[in-house]
Structures are given as C-alpha cells and as structure tokens.
C-alpha cells in the first residue's frame, strides 16, 4: 500500500534502538524524510547509517534527551515543517511501589506525560494550518491491563491518554490525528528489564519468566519491533485519516477483553 507519505517529515522520539527505531525504518521506507532522536549518539548515527542504507531517505539525528527543553527544540528546528510526531520515551524501570519516592515519581511524570505534550504543543498548530498532522504516542499495553512494578510508568502514560484524548477531537477537523500504540511484550531491550524484575518477584531464573511470559501470550512469542513500526507508519498514513483518538493494543492478544 502506498501510504501517501512521500515527501513527509516526520520527528521520531527514541528512536536508536527499539520500538522508535521501529517506527523511523517503517516511516523512512514510506518515503518520509526522519529526524531521530536517541541519548547517546554513537548509536543515534549507527542507527543513522543504517536507516539510509536501507532506505535512501534522508536522515537526520539531535543527540540527548528527549527531556531537556533544548533537545525539543533543536528537533523541531531540524525538522522546520514536521508532519509527523512520534512520541516516545523510556519507561522507568520496573520497581515496586512503595520504593518510589517523590523524586522518581515527577522523573516518571515527566518523562511520559509532561515531555511528550510539551512536544504536541510545539508542532500541532502548524500541523492545523498545513492540514495535515499524524500525532502517534507510544505508550504501553499497561495502560489497559496495569502489571506489578510498572505502576508508575501505567500512571503517567494514563495520564498522557487523558490529557490528549480532548487535544484530538480539537484537531481532527484539520486533518490531525492523535493516537496511542499500546505495546505489549516485544522482543526489545526493555524486555530483559521486565523479565529481570519479574524473575526476582518469582524466585525463578530469567529463562523460566521468559518462557512463562510467552506462554501467556495467545501468540505464543514476543513481539517484533518491525510489526509495530509497521502499525505506527499505518497510522501516519493518509488513509488515516479518520482514526483519532484511539488507543490500539498490540500484544498478541495477552489482554482478555473484548473492548
């Protein structure tokens, strides 16, 4: 499918490794010029490097974090007229509540609710006057189904959902969408993190949590990174155009309810 993309610049957040490097390889395969973001930039460039080889689309890279005020800015400035946003952040790692104190709670607010607005707030009014934006947050399948030490990053990302759900319906009419990708268990990373935590609140290796992981998935396997790159740059797409607003869970059918 020709996605309608070509031409395109889109700004994508997190993006050296993972689910955002996911995302850019889809979108610059779409024919979207990329501006990635990642904190250390020898791998934002190996990542750089390779998207280009793949593709031929231009890429272009702003090194640090995406929390600072001055990594904002120069994404946007590099981008010029961005029509894409892609927001994404890692989560904080996994850790039981009550070991939370007040400063890791407004670390975690930050990160995953107060930056990625902070970030639609400097790019949708000149998507509104384009009339065309595609706005897709990354977020996390415990959105819908919370899980034991992730209650904070469920928190702040609930909290994004809430606060963008109006921003859509306030745009759509320019042609502006928002949406939120859920993932569930991918093969990233931020996987071994998770079966880490969950081996040691289990007493068992990270083998048997990985394997009892999988086994609680229908798919029977984690995620791969290209398939959710593959969701994001539908998302983006022109055809798209009437998906705002909404939440889409991509975990091989490990949540259990129907809505």
Do not use: W
Not at 58 to 74: F, L, M, R, S
Not at 82 to 93: A, F
Not at 191 to 212: H, P, W
């Amino acid at each position: 499918m020709d996605l309608g993309l070509a031409g395109k610049t889109a700004i994508i957040c997190a993006s050296s490794h993972g689910l955002g490097r996911a995302c850019a390889e889809e979108l610059a395969r779409a024919g979207c010029r990329v501006v990635l973001n990642g904190r250390e930039a020898g791998p934002l460039e190996d990542t750089a490097a390779s998207i280009r080889a793949q593709t031929g689309a231009i890429v272009e890279t702003v090194a640090g974090n995406i929390g600072d005020t001055g990594v904002q800015q120069a994404l946007v400035q590099t981008a010029g007229t961005p029509d894409i946003l892609v927001n994404n952040n890692g989560g904080p790692p996994p850790r039981g509540f009550r070991e939370l104190d007040g400063e890791a709670i407004h670390a975690g607010l930050d990160a995953n609710m107060v930056t990625p607005i902070r970030l639609v707030q400097q790019v949708v009014d000149g998507m509104v006057e384009r009339r065309f934006g595609r706005i897709v947050c990354i977020t996390s399948g415990s959105v819908k189904s919370p899980a034991a030490g992730l209650d904070l990053s469920s928190g702040a990302r609930i909290g994004l959902h809430g606060f963008l759900a109006g921003v859509a319906r306030e745009v759509a009419s320019a042609n502006v969408t928002i949406n939120f990708l859920l993932p569930g268990l991918f093969a990233t990373r931020r996987l071994g993190g998770v079966m880490a935590f969950a081996a040691k609140a289990q007493s068992i290796d990270v083998e048997t949590a990985e394997a009892r992981g999988r086994e609680r998935i229908p798919a029977r396997r984690f995620g791969d990174p290209a398939e959710f790159g593959a969701a994001c740059a539908f998302l983006c797409s022109a055809q798209a155009g009437f998906i705002t607003g909404q939440s889409l869970l991509i975990d091989g059918g490990a949540y259990p309810g129907v809505l």
